[in-house]
T-cell receptor
Framework: KNEVEQSPQNLTAQEGEFITINCSYSVGISALHWLQQHPGGGIVSLFMLSSGKKKHGRLIATINIQEKHSSLHITASHPRDSAVYICAVKGRYGGSQGNLIFGKGTKLSVKP | EAGVTQSPTHLIKTRGQQATLRCSPISGHTSVYWYQQALGLGLQFLLWYDEGEERNRGNFPPRFSGRQFPNYSSELNVNALELEDSALYLC??????????FGPGTRLTVT
């Protein structure tokens, strides 16, 4: 079992729809990141969370430390939101300390 | 403020050769991380350098190595290249614990 699981793997939405991407993890963490990767490979860090909720424009990220779960929401989705969204956790203990452990990503396609 | 930069953008090598990838962190950042994203696979942690020292290493063979220079820039060296080393190699830098900023990546192709 992967230490970081994301769902769904692929997601197709119509422009304007509300989108939710989920991330569950099994290790102790010091922080959780949501990353966006566009075709071509460049990665942009959207959020870093250690508790609660953060909002930036149409993007909202939440984390529940007790349940080891995080969600990324996109409101009023737009075709330019089409990308791969990756959840990554920073391990707190042992061999994972200091480095990021990545989920496999959710490929989002927003149709006009 | 300039972001994390990586060079070259693309690199084509043949099997058995050595590849050197370079990363310049954001000014003032002391930590540099290297990640590999092979085709069809997720991102995997390779190496973490901080203040010139290797702090942690992912599950990669010893032919993957690197170093961090006094100006905090970093090099990733891959010796005896194999076809499966073809991947996007991403560098990230951080100052405070937890916040990492990614570079655009170097796409390595091994033929």
């Amino acid at each position: 079992k992967n230490e970081v699981e994301q769902s769904p793997q692929n997601l197709t939405a119509q422009e304007g729809e509300f989108i939710t991407i989920n991330c569950s993890y099994s290790v102790g963490i010091s922080a959780l990141h949501w990353l966006q990767q566009h075709p071509g490979g460049g990665i942009v860090s959207l959020f870093m969370l250690s508790s609660g909720k953060k909002k930036h424009g149409r993007l909202i990220a939440t984390i529940n430390i007790q349940e080891k779960h995080s969600s990324l929401h996109i409101t009023a989705s737009h075709p330019r939101d089409s990308a791969v969204y990756i959840c990554a956790v920073k391990g707190r203990y042992g061999g994972s300390q200091g480095n990021l452990i990545f989920g496999k990503g959710t490929k989002l396609s927003v149709k006009p | 403020e300039a972001g994390v930069t990586q060079s070259p953008t693309h690199l084509i090598k043949t099997r058995g050769q050595q590849a050197t990838l370079r990363c310049s962190p954001i000014s003032g950042h002391t930590s540099v991380y290297w990640y590999q994203q092979a085709l069809g696979l997720g991102l995997q942690f390779l190496l973490w350098y901080d203040e010139g020292e290797e702090r942690n290493r992912g599950n990669f063979p010893p032919r993957f190595s690197g170093r961090q220079f006094p100006n905090y820039s970093s090099e990733l060296n891959v010796n005896a290249l194999e076809l499966e080393d073809s991947a996007l190699y991403l560098c990230a830098s951080s100052l405070v614990v937890d916040e990492q900023y990614f570079g655009p990546g170097t796409r390595l192709t091994v033929t």
